[in-house]
């Protein structure tokens, strides 16, 4: 890498950006960034976070030259990183992710179930492009890969490309800090043996200066549970399966109040982060606004410029540091095929993130993550060919759906949804589904 | 040849011992069964039962006796079948009730009801095992008692006792299969994968060739969807239903007035005062609607392959090791097997394809979870096996069912005391 680093940040006119600029600022003594090209589809959305995005990089005095542009092959020319943080159809297809399956009797989700499968297949082509764009334009970059499904996403493009692909994710980041919080000591001395998959983890021991302090962690979130009216994850279930689990396994372990709620909900998740998007572009239109804004925490990417900024300095760097991310499997898990993308402790260092060694996967969260696993494979096989038969057998394998009926509706109704962006089903226009309850 | 064998079946005053004594009739010139010991805890069943089996047996060289003691059945025997119930058609019926009251269907070793059943039946097990292990320390246990599979990868984890695992399905879907073909059964082989109970043909061979495509499309049985064996390619076998159509069998269970173990009590009824009639000699037409049909040829033919070293394919239930590297080696799966006077040796079967993987590993985990309860009697553990189990929709089901079981199978779980 040359004197500076050229960062690319695909689908850079996210809201999300300027937490990412946060952190080019925050790391700027440990992160020599030279250039930062922001590429995105939406040239007004571009302009907007673009302008706050220079005003932060200016008030804070960083060197690093500040590029826009709606050309991604010039994004991507000579990178030494590409972020992806794309949402192919916006917000208004995962609106839809989010309340097609509860007509169906299943939790509507960007990335769980249903939901996550017809993001995938919205995203996968698309990814496999930009990932085709780096190898012939970048072929020496990391791939840091924010784009959820993440860790689907990420086994996508190292099924299919020869790009160097990273996934990331800040849910490992954010229980690392909230268990240092608990244990009132420094982020940086807490150590997780974390162990699954993408939005499918638990947290099986926390070591502090080699001491597992899990037991007292499942304590103090038992007693939070007991507390809250309405807990994530209810106390007598945290005290039988003896670990954390990661936020997003409440829409399998508490499957049917996960509905209840939604069903009653006067708004969906989407719903909320849209209004919260527009309130966000609206203050980066200030030309007055120099810093990300308080709000932008709500919009749920908290820690994410962390664990890019972090993920980069290790790479850099060559440190070695030990980060939870999503590889390749190789032989961690001898029950999962070695090319599956898993989510666990990693050693970063000049030449990528390389699992730890890990103890066996415990016995209660075995058969879940086989399950998604295998759900995922099939996720990526349908949204690469396009076979309609193997979308199908993709759904029926998914834990939360509870029959081939089911599975059946749900793809017909999500296919049906999305045809404009999914354009290797080849579908022509279908009526809507009838099935839906 | 010298007629030495002994065989001990515990169990034995079971409505399909007729079947069973049928089958050592039927193989009387190839296999050298000295004796036949019936042995049951219930005294007066054992003596309809044994009535008949001793008809049956008249003029054919093979001895029988009947005991109510088990470590007499069990002294010396070459063979031992193990086809109990605990807790009887009573327990099986509550097993197919409780499930339907939390919205989950009612199978007596599929989902909570198979959980139920495992948890009475370890124990029980366990104890015959270490009658095996004591007073025929060189017997095969041939192990019929459900849920099959889970039984025997408890006896292998936990005591010394040769066991295999073995069940009908594989043999019915194969001759279904060879009859929706029209061919001979013993052309039809089954690329054959899985557990017990939850198991597929991933490719079927009529004199090598594969007619799977053909085979998925016929009316093999099982009453699966059309469009889903078209979707999955393979052949599921009659179990998968309880996961691919659950919200049918579901609607079906709660339309019905009578559960299957209340309507299988009625015909039992009936097959006990069929045997009692001391003119008869052949097992009655009336078994067949029992269930357990071939059992006899997959027992017969088991222990012919071990007693005569004869080193053929049989589908079984065998500890895993390199079979399926997708489970754990330790793990017990169904699937081919050289079977000769070494025991049973799985063929390497492969990585399982993703469209089945899931859910193989998946209640895979959970029969681990179930073992591990019934043996420690942990409740967290019993928790989390039905926390795991695909069928089961959430925690607080999991809970619920848990409670229900609980209280339900008191007596038959002294573990949980």
């Given at each position: 890498?040359?004197?500076g680093?050229?960062i690319?940040v695909i689908?850079?006119?996210?809201?999300y950006t300027?937490?990412?600029?946060?952190?080019?600022?925050r790391h700027r003594?440990?992160?020599?960034?030279?250039?930062?090209?922001l590429?995105?589809l939406y040239?007004?959305?571009?302009?907007?976070?673009?302008?706050?995005?220079r005003?932060?990089?200016?008030?804070?005095?960083h060197?690093?030259r500040?590029?826009?542009?709606?050309?991604?092959?010039?994004?991507?020319?000579?990178?030494?990183?590409?972020i992806?943080?794309?949402r192919?159809?916006g917000m208004?297809?995962r609106?839809?992710?989010?309340t097609?399956?509860?007509?169906?009797?299943?939790?509507?989700?960007?990335?769980?179930g249903?939901g996550?499968?017809?993001?995938?297949?919205?995203?996968?082509?698309?990814?496999?492009?930009?990932?085709?764009?780096?190898a012939?334009?970048?072929?020496?970059?990391?791939?840091?890969?924010?784009t959820?499904?993440?860790?689907?996403?990420?086994?996508?493009i190292?099924?299919h490309?020869?790009?160097?692909?990273?996934?990331?994710?800040?849910l490992p980041?954010?229980?690392?800090?909230?268990i240092?919080?608990?244990?009132?000591?420094?982020?940086?001395?807490v150590?997780?043996d974390?162990?699954?998959?993408n939005?499918?983890g638990?947290?099986?021991?926390?070591?502090v200066?080699?001491?597992?302090?899990?037991?007292?962690?499942?304590?103090?979130?038992?007693?939070?549970?007991?507390?809250?009216e309405?807990?994530?994850?209810?106390p007598?279930?945290?005290?039988?399966l003896?670990m954390?689990?990661g936020?997003y396994?409440?829409f399998?372990y508490?499957?049917d109040r996960?509905?209840?709620a939604?069903?009653?909900?006067?708004q969906?998740?989407?719903?909320?982060?849209?209004?919260?998007e527009k309130?966000?572009?609206?203050?980066y239109?200030?030309?007055?606004?120099?810093?990300?804004?308080?709000?932008?925490?709500?919009?749920?990417?908290?820690?994410?410029s962390?664990?890019?900024?972090?993920?980069m300095?290790?790479?850099?760097?060559?440190?070695?540091e030990?980060?939870?991310?999503n590889v390749?499997?190789?032989d961690?898990?001898?029950e999962?095929?070695?090319?599956?993308v898993i989510?666990?402790?990693c050693?970063?260092?000049a030449?990528?993130?390389?699992?730890?060694?890990?103890?066996?996967?415990?016995?209660p969260?075995?058969?879940?993550i086989?399950?998604?696993?295998?759900y995922e494979?099939?996720?990526?096989?349908?949204?690469?060919?396009?076979?309609?038969?193997?979308a199908?057998?993709?759904?029926?394998?998914?834990p939360?759906?509870p029959s081939?009926?089911?599975a059946r509706s749900?793809?017909?109704?999500?296919?049906?949804?999305h045809?404009?962006?999914?354009?290797?089903?080849?579908?022509?226009?279908?009526a809507?589904?009838?099935?839906?309850? | 040849?010298?007629?030495?064998l002994?065989i001990?079946?515990?169990g034995?005053?079971?409505?399909y011992?007729p079947?069973l004594?049928?089958?050592?009739?039927?193989?009387?010139?190839?296999?050298?069964?000295a004796?036949?010991?019936?042995m049951?805890?219930?005294?007066?069943r054992?003596?309809?039962v044994?009535?008949?089996?001793?008809?049956?047996?008249?003029g054919?060289?093979i001895?029988?006796l009947?005991?109510?003691?088990?470590?007499?059945a069990?002294t010396?025997?070459d063979?031992?079948?193990?086809?109990?119930?605990?807790?009887?058609?009573t327990a099986?019926?509550?097993?197919?009730?409780?499930p339907?009251?939390?919205?989950?269907?009612?199978?007596?070793?599929?989902?909570?009801?198979?959980?139920?059943?495992?948890?009475?039946?370890?124990?029980?097990?366990?104890?015959i095992?270490?009658d095996?292990e004591?007073?025929?320390?060189?017997?095969w246990?041939?192990?019929?008692?459900?849920?099959?599979?889970?039984?025997?990868?408890?006896?292998?984890?936990y005591?010394?006792?040769?066991?295999?695992g073995?069940?009908?399905?594989?043999?019915n879907?194969?001759?279904?299969?060879a009859?929706?073909?029209r061919?001979?059964?013993?052309?039809?082989?089954?690329d054959?994968?899985g557990?017990?109970?939850?198991?597929w043909?991933r490719?079927v061979?009529?004199?090598g060739?594969?007619?799977?495509?053909?085979?998925?499309?016929t009316?093999?049985?099982?009453?699966?969807?059309r469009?889903?064996?078209?979707a999955?390619?393979?052949?599921?076998?009659?179990?998968?239903?309880y996961y691919?159509h659950?919200d049918?069998?579901?609607?079906?269970q709660?339309?019905?007035?009578?559960?299957?173990?209340?309507?299988l009590?009625?015909?039992?009824?009936?097959?006990?005062?069929?045997?009692?009639?001391p003119?008869?000699?052949?097992?009655?037409?009336l078994?067949?609607?029992?269930g357990g049909?071939?059992?006899?040829?997959?027992?017969?033919?088991?222990?012919?392959?071990?007693?005569?070293?004869?080193?053929?394919?049989h589908?079984?239930?065998?500890?895993?090791g390199?079979s399926?590297?997708?489970?754990?080696p330790?793990?017990?799966v169904?699937?081919?097997?050289?079977?000769g006077?070494?025991?049973a040796h799985?063929l390497?079967?492969?990585?399982?394809?993703?469209?089945?993987r899931?859910?193989?590993?998946?209640?895979?985990?959970?029969?681990?979870?179930?073992?591990q309860?019934?043996?420690?009697?942990?409740?967290?553990?019993?928790?989390?096996?039905?926390?795991t189990?695909?069928?089961?929709?959430?925690w607080?089901?999991?809970?619920?069912?848990?409670?229900?079981?609980?209280?339900?199978?008191e007596?038959y779980?002294?573990?949980?005391?």
């Amino acid at each position: 890498m040359g004197e500076g680093l050229k960062i690319a940040v695909i689908g850079g006119g996210s809201t999300y950006t300027p937490e990412l600029i946060d952190g080019f600022i925050r790391h700027r003594d440990r992160l020599p960034v030279e250039s930062v090209v922001l590429m995105d589809l939406y040239e007004r959305r571009l302009d907007v976070v673009g302008g706050i995005a220079r005003r932060m990089l200016e008030k804070a005095g960083h060197p690093a030259r500040l590029e826009l542009t709606t050309d991604r092959e010039k994004a991507l020319e000579g990178a030494d990183f590409v972020i992806t943080q794309i949402r192919v159809g916006g917000m208004a297809a995962r609106l839809a992710d989010e309340t097609i399956p509860p007509r169906y009797g299943v939790i509507g989700q960007e990335t769980v179930g249903p939901g996550g499968f017809a993001k995938a297949l919205r995203t996968v082509p698309v990814m496999l492009d930009i990932a085709d764009d780096v190898a012939r334009l970048a072929p020496d970059a990391w791939l840091l890969n924010f784009t959820n499904p993440s860790g689907l996403i990420a086994e996508a493009i190292l099924r299919h490309t020869r790009v160097k692909v990273i996934g990331l994710c800040n849910l490992p980041i954010n229980m690392q800090a909230e268990i240092a919080g608990i244990l009132g000591v420094d982020p940086g001395e807490v150590a997780l043996d974390y162990v699954g998959l993408n939005h499918l983890g638990w947290v099986r021991r926390v070591l502090v200066n080699g001491e597992d302090r899990l037991g007292e962690v499942m304590q103090a979130y038992i007693e939070m549970a007991r507390q809250d009216e309405d807990p994530v994850f209810l106390p007598e279930l945290l005290e039988t399966l003896g670990m954390l689990p990661g936020f997003y396994l409440t829409f399998y372990y508490h499957h049917d109040r996960v509905l209840a709620a939604q069903r009653q909900a006067a708004q969906t998740r989407a719903e909320r982060a849209w209004e919260v998007e527009k309130e966000l572009l609206e203050l980066y239109e200030n030309p007055a606004l120099a810093e990300k804004p308080p709000l932008l925490a709500e919009r749920g990417g908290a820690h994410y410029s962390t664990a890019a900024v972090n993920l980069m300095e290790a790479i850099v760097g060559n440190t070695g540091e030990v980060q939870i991310v999503n590889v390749p499997n190789g032989d961690v898990f001898p029950e999962l095929p070695p090319e599956a993308v898993i989510e666990v402790p990693c050693r970063v260092d000049a030449g990528g993130a390389h699992p730890l060694p890990a103890d066996p996967i415990p016995l209660p969260v075995r058969g879940l993550i086989e399950a998604v696993k295998a759900y995922e494979m099939l996720t990526i096989q349908a949204a690469v060919t396009g076979d309609r038969r193997i979308a199908l057998q993709a759904l029926m394998t998914h834990p939360l759906v509870p029959s081939f009926e089911v599975a059946r509706s749900l793809l017909a109704a999500l296919l049906a949804e999305h045809a404009d962006y999914l354009p290797q089903f080849e579908l022509s226009p279908v009526a809507s589904d009838p099935g839906a309850a | 040849m010298v007629r030495d064998l002994k065989i001990a079946v515990i169990g034995g005053g079971s409505t399909y011992t007729p079947e069973l004594i049928e089958g050592f009739r039927r193989y009387v010139r190839e296999l050298p069964v000295a004796e036949i010991t019936l042995m049951d805890v219930d005294a007066g069943r054992l003596e309809v039962v044994g009535g008949l089996a001793r008809r049956m047996l008249e003029g054919s060289g093979i001895a029988l006796l009947v005991t109510t003691d088990r470590a007499e059945a069990l002294t010396g025997a070459d063979f031992v079948i193990t086809q109990l119930r605990v807790g009887g058609m009573t327990a099986r019926a509550l097993d197919e009730r409780i499930p339907m009251r939390h919205g989950i269907l009612g199978q007596e070793t599929t989902g909570p009801g198979g959980f139920a059943k495992a948890l009475r039946t370890v124990p029980v097990m366990m104890e015959i095992a270490h009658d095996v292990e004591r007073l025929a320390p060189d017997a095969w246990l041939i192990n019929f008692t459900n849920p099959s599979g889970l039984i025997t990868e408890v006896l292998l984890r936990y005591s010394e006792v040769k066991a295999i695992g073995l069940c009908n399905v594989p043999i019915n879907m194969l001759l279904s299969v060879a009859e929706e073909l029209r061919v001979e059964p013993g052309r039809v082989e089954l690329d054959y994968v899985g557990l017990n109970h939850l198991s597929w043909a991933r490719r079927v061979l009529v004199d090598g060739h594969d007619v799977t495509r053909r085979a998925v499309t016929t009316d093999f049985g099982g009453g699966f969807d059309r469009s889903f064996l078209k979707a999955l390619g393979m052949l599921p076998n009659y179990y998968l239903r309880y996961y691919v159509h659950p919200d049918r069998v579901l609607a079906e269970q709660k339309s019905q007035e009578q559960t299957r173990a209340e309507y299988l009590q009625e015909i039992e009824g009936k097959l006990l005062e069929m045997y009692a009639d001391p003119e008869l000699r052949d097992k009655p037409d009336l078994l067949n609607e029992r269930g357990g049909a071939h059992y006899s040829t997959a027992a017969v033919e088991l222990i012919r392959a071990i007693a005569l070293d004869r080193r053929e394919v049989h589908i079984v239930n065998v500890r895993n090791g390199d079979s399926l590297p997708d489970l754990p080696p330790e793990c017990v799966v169904e699937v081919p097997a050289v079977i000769g006077g070494s025991g049973a040796h799985p063929l390497v079967m492969g990585r399982l394809p993703p469209e089945i993987r899931g859910l193989a590993a998946a209640v895979k985990a959970y029969e681990e979870l179930t073992i591990q309860a019934a043996i420690t009697g942990d409740e967290d553990k019993a928790k989390l096996a039905l926390l795991t189990h695909p069928l089961v929709p959430s925690w607080d089901v999991a809970v619920a069912l848990w409670e229900d079981i609980k209280s339900a199978n008191e007596r038959y779980l002294p573990q949980f005391r």
